[in-house]
């Protein structure tokens, strides 16, 4: 069953981590074992293996378990970015369902333009968590000055690429080749017992790779191939973010580093 890895804050933006466990053994007639570990943030704790208990509750289906340790404490401020995301996964699911299918059905057609929004949405975010985590996002001010300046590198960026078609050409190569490898790697890959983190992205920059090089060869098949299968994962991975029930990108990378099961 799946694991839960969740950034939890409270009303005095105090944030800590929380870990949850799901068992497949039936605890009575209605639910199921499972077993859940809050990390509260204590950065004067820092010995290996040795954080202060602060409470264990076994009395119920769900085991609890609640400790202090500097482990707990979140690194970086662009998990502010990764709780909204959490948070509302709607915001993202219903900007994908949308893009998907106009980048699947008419991508080629639509070339320079789509991807030249492709980058444009790469770089906005990019930009974004980069001012985020170097803490230029702390002040009102500073989060205006951050949107305005994000979002202007993002528009240069994609108007660049729109003027270069080679350049839009390799980066859409290798954007596809980067999908084609996490979804390879997803599905026979990993069952073939490869759950290592470096597997993963060894395969992907192979992939994206190769995709880089042959959409110079074979421009008009590589674009064909590439919007349609961007567009097509991006519905399908909206979808995803409304329903749920499917890890996202950062639970599964996260996964394969702690080398812990979905």
Known sequence: MP???????????????EFKHYSV????????????????????ITSAGNPKIISVDTS?????VVVAHKAG????????FSKFIN???WVLGLIMIVEGPIVALFGRRWFPWVTAGIVTIFSLFFCLIFCEITGFMDKPIEIVASVIFSLSLALLS???????????????????????GEVVYAFFIFELGAHQLWVM???????ASLGGSLSFYFSKKVVLFATSLIGSYSFMR?????????PNEEDILLSLYENMQL
């Open 201 to 207: 992205v060894l395969f992907c920059v192979f992939c």
């Open 25 to 44: 053994q039936s605890c009575n007639s209605t639910s199921t074992y499972s077993f859940t570990a809050e990390i509260l943030c204590d950065k004067s």
């Open 60 to 64: 119920h289906c769900e085991a609890k």
């Open 158 to 180: 994609g108007w660049f690429v729109m003027k270069t078609v080679w350049v839009a050409i390799g980066i859409l190569g290798v954007i596809g080749g980067l999908f084609v």
């Open 3 to 17: 694991n839960k890895i969740t950034v939890k804050e409270d009303l005095d933006e105090n944030r800590w981590i």
């Open 73 to 80: 404490c979140p690194a970086g401020k662009a998990m502010n």
């Open 87 to 89: 948070d509302y996964p």
């Open 238 to 246: 909206g979808w995803s973010y409304l329903l749920g029930g499917f």
